[in-house]
């Protein structure tokens, strides 16, 4: 359980009966509107290094990194569960936000990865066939 489900299972727990003063029935509205905002971002969730970004905290720079890189770390969700009670040793035991696991490819393409994990030609792998005159190693 991360940090958006703790708070969203605290909403649940304590609902508020229609007879309540419109005041609390109003913060929670106002609440889950915060946490239908601070979600993962699903346009990140083919970027491995990105995917558990928050979308509500946008992004910043040019490369247009994101504003929370995981959902736990998002200001906005933590100042949200500060006010449901949330604590240090809660927090420390709530779950982060896993990339998911790369699927290696099954189509016989390498990928990027793939190619940047594959040892670099030099010189000296030329063969000697292929070795012009001037051939300088």
Same mark, same amino acid.
């Given at each position: 359980?991360?940090?958006?489900?703790?708070?969203?299972?605290?909403?649940?727990?304590?609902?508020?009966?229609?007879?309540?003063?419109?005041?609390?029935? /109003?913060?929670?509205?106002?609440?889950?509107?915060?946490?239908?905002?601070?979600?993962?971002?699903?346009? /990140?969730?083919?970027?491995?290094?990105?995917?558990?970004?928050?979308?509500?905290?946008?992004?910043?720079?040019?490369?247009?990194?994101?504003?929370?890189?995981?959902?736990?770390?998002?200001?906005?969700?933590?100042?949200?569960?500060?006010?449901?009670?949330?604590?240090?040793?809660?927090?420390?035991?709530?779950?982060?936000?896993?990339?998911?696991?790369?699927?290696?490819?099954?189509?016989?393409?390498?990928?990027?990865?793939?190619?940047?994990?594959?040892?670099?030609?030099?010189?000296?792998?030329?063969?000697?066939?292929?070795?012009?005159?001037?051939?300088?190693?």
């Amino acid at each position: 359980m991360d940090l958006h489900a703790w708070i969203t299972e605290r909403l649940d727990q304590n609902e508020v009966p229609w007879k309540q003063p419109d005041g609390i029935r /109003r913060r929670v509205e106002a609440d889950r509107r915060i946490l239908a905002r601070h979600r993962l971002d699903p346009s /990140r969730s083919g970027d491995p290094m990105y995917a558990t970004a928050c979308e509500g905290c946008g992004e910043w720079g040019e490369f247009e990194y994101p504003g929370s890189e995981n959902l736990n770390d998002c200001p906005e969700l933590l100042d949200l569960a500060h006010a449901h009670g949330l604590t240090d040793e809660i927090l420390a035991g709530l779950d982060q936000p896993q990339t998911p696991e790369r699927k290696p490819r099954t189509d016989g393409r390498l990928g990027l990865s793939d190619i940047l994990a594959t040892r670099p030609i030099t010189t000296s792998d030329v063969p000697a066939a292929l070795r012009g005159t001037n051939w300088k190693p």
